[in-house]
Nanobody, 123 residues
């Protein structure tokens, strides 16, 4: 499975961005997809995740009410709508795919990773 993420950029505090991550490859056996963020000098942390079938979602406490994860099964694409952005949201955002049923929270559950897209929120 290959993942291609895009949509990052520079935005002011309170602004919005939508990240996209397109998946490709055969066989396409994905159980869950997630978005992680990694700020300079910090570890990579879960932002949000979504089950590929069923659509159950999970969010980090810091983004609940501001970010929304969604998917388009036909396009094999997952989105992260980011609203009310804050300077502390500044990070490289990675999409990832879990073909199994690991914990949504841990990076080790995800076998496939996109290249990352930079989100910068200015104050």
């Amino acid at each position: 499975v290959q993942l291609q993420a895009c949509g990052g950029g520079l935005v002011q505090t309170g602004g919005s961005l939508r990240l996209s991550c397109a998946a490709s490859g055969r066989p396409f056996t994905i159980n869950r997809m997630g978005w992680f963020s990694q700020a300079p000098g910090k570890q990579r942390d879960i932002v949000a995740a979504i089950n590929w079938s069923g659509g159950s979602t999970y969010y980090a406490d810091s983004v609940k009410g501001r970010f929304t994860i969604s998917r388009d099964n036909a396009k094999k694409t997952v989105y992260l709508q980011m609203n009310s952005l804050k300077p502390e949201d500044t990070a490289v955002y990675y999409c990832a795919a879990d073909p199994n049923s690991g914990s949504y929270y841990y990076t080790s559950s995800y076998n496939f990773w996109g290249q990352g897209t930079l989100v910068t929120v200015s104050s």
